[in-house]
């Protein structure tokens, strides 16, 4: 998979935004109405990624920040490439990106009907936190976070 730093606003992020929303209603009733704006996902208070497969977007994940940490919105892999470790390579590069711009945590809010975000954000690291945003009292949501490693000085 190639991974490319897009605006939230390009057309292959809009499309993948959609399918995200279009499931979220499948699994929760409605989509996920956190506020979000493109400018929160441009460099240097964020980040939005896509990831190619053949030259089609399949993937896609962003950062914004959300005071000291960063935190993780829209990650999402297309049904039909899911199993073959996308959103871990995806996950590994938000996290990659957020330390270099200076965060020390990565935080996100996902929901009990996503057990497979769970799963993966579990296996990466992530433990609870404390609930934050317009879902914080919802019952379902699922608050995690993990510290990223501050790589070793060379020398």
Same mark, same amino acid.
């Given at each position: 998979?190639?991974?490319?730093?897009?605006?939230?606003?390009?057309?292959?992020?809009?499309?993948?935004?959609?399918?995200?929303?279009?499931?979220?209603?499948?699994?929760?009733?409605? !989509? $996920?109405?956190? !506020?979000?704006?493109?400018?929160?996902?441009?460099?240097?208070?964020?980040?939005?990624?896509?990831?190619?497969?053949? #030259?089609?977007?399949?993937?896609?994940?962003?950062?914004? /920040?959300? #005071?000291? $940490?960063?935190?993780?919105?829209?990650?999402? *892999? $297309?049904?039909? *490439?899911?199993?073959?470790?996308?959103?871990?390579?995806?996950?590994?590069?938000?996290?990659?990106?957020?330390?270099?711009? =200076?965060?020390?945590?990565?935080?996100?809010?996902? #929901?009990?009907?996503?057990?497979?975000? *769970?799963?993966?954000?579990? /296996?990466?690291?992530?433990?609870?936190?404390?609930?934050?945003?317009?879902? %914080?009292? %919802?019952? =379902?949501?699922?608050?995690? #976070?993990? *510290?990223? $490693?501050?790589?070793?000085? %060379?020398?």
């Amino acid at each position: 998979m190639l991974i490319e730093v897009v605006g939230y606003d390009h057309p292959d992020a809009v499309r993948l935004v959609e399918a995200i929303q279009r499931e979220m209603v499948e699994r929760y009733g409605g !989509p $996920d109405e956190t !506020p979000v704006t493109p400018a929160e996902f441009a460099p240097p208070r964020g980040l939005f990624l896509v990831g190619y497969v053949g #030259g089609t977007a399949v993937a896609c994940a962003g950062w914004r /920040s959300h #005071g000291e $940490d960063a935190e993780l919105k829209r990650m999402y *892999v $297309d049904p039909s *490439v899911r199993g073959n470790g996308l959103a871990r390579r995806l996950l590994a590069e938000i996290e990659r990106t957020a330390l270099q711009a =200076g965060h020390r945590r990565v935080i996100l809010e996902t #929901g009990d009907r996503q057990p497979e975000a *769970v799963t993966l954000y579990r /296996s990466a690291g992530y433990a609870d936190v404390e609930p934050f945003g317009i879902y %914080a009292c %919802a019952p =379902g949501s699922i608050y995690l #976070g993990k *510290v990223l $490693d501050v790589p070793a000085p %060379a020398g």
